[in-house]
T-cell receptor, first 114, second 111 residues
């Protein structure tokens, strides 16, 4: 029973490099989310998706792009990494965007940009 | 603007002592409210949730939370803390548009 799986778990990048974080869920959830977690800031929503083929901006979308080509996968891309993007990234999914549908979280990806 | 506030950044309690973690929300209507726990190196796990009805809700691991509309609060409590409860705790609210998370309270448990 995998739930929400994030890959990779750790990554170190140099400024200007690009990379893609993968989130996969096996719960047939419609909604998927990408958050970043920084000390003293809690979780901030980067982008989210309400279904296959759809994406929308969250609170802090600049510098990131996302794609949802398959229902079970939600990709977060950094085209040109910056030190300010050093953070822990969490993916989450839910059956739908509603208060009675809590989100299920992955274990996070720790990303350092040098 | 909607927001969730956790006024305590860090709390230390002795094992066996009672615990209360504070959470306040700012929203015109009553949002859906949640408490999550995050162990080191892990994602967030749902402890409990409040939608409506009884203002005292029970969750997993012996936790409970009480919704107080007059104080716009949703405080988390546990009568007797165990060493395994040491973790980061997040309060969250869903306001009909998106989820908002507090900045978290880090709990240390002293043997």
């Amino acid at each position: 029973n995998a739930g929400v799986t994030q890959t990779p778990k750790f990554r170190v990048l140099k400024t200007g490099q690009s990379m893609t974080l993968l989130c996969a869920q096996d719960m047939n959830h419609e909604y998927m989310y990408w958050y970043r977690q920084d000390p003293g800031m809690g979780l901030r929503l980067i982008h989210y998706s309400v279904g296959e083929g759809t994406t929308a901006k969250g609170e802090v979308p600049d510098g990131y792009n996302v794609s949802r080509l398959k229902k079970q996968n939600f990709l977060l891309g950094l085209e040109s990494a910056a030190p300010s993007q050093t953070s822990v990234y969490f993916c989450a999914s839910s059956y739908r965007q509603a208060g009675n549908q809590p989100q299920h979280f992955g274990d996070g990806t720790r990303l350092s940009i040098l | 603007a909607q927001s969730v506030t956790q006024p305590d950044i860090h709390i230390t309690v002795s094992e066996g002592a009672s615990l209360e973690l504070r959470c306040n929300y700012s929203y015109g209507a009553t949002p859906y409210l949640f408490w999550y726990v995050q162990s080191p190196g892990q994602g967030l796990q749902l402890l409990l949730k409040y939608f409506s009805g009884d203002t005292l809700v029970q969750g997993i691991k012996g936790f409970e939370a009480e919704f107080k509309r007059s104080q716009s609060s949703f405080n988390l409590r546990k009568p007797s803390v165990h060493w395994s409860d040491a973790a980061e705790y997040f309060c969250a609210a869903y306001t009909g548009n998106q989820f908002y998370f507090g900045t978290g309270t880090s709990l240390t448990v002293i043997p």
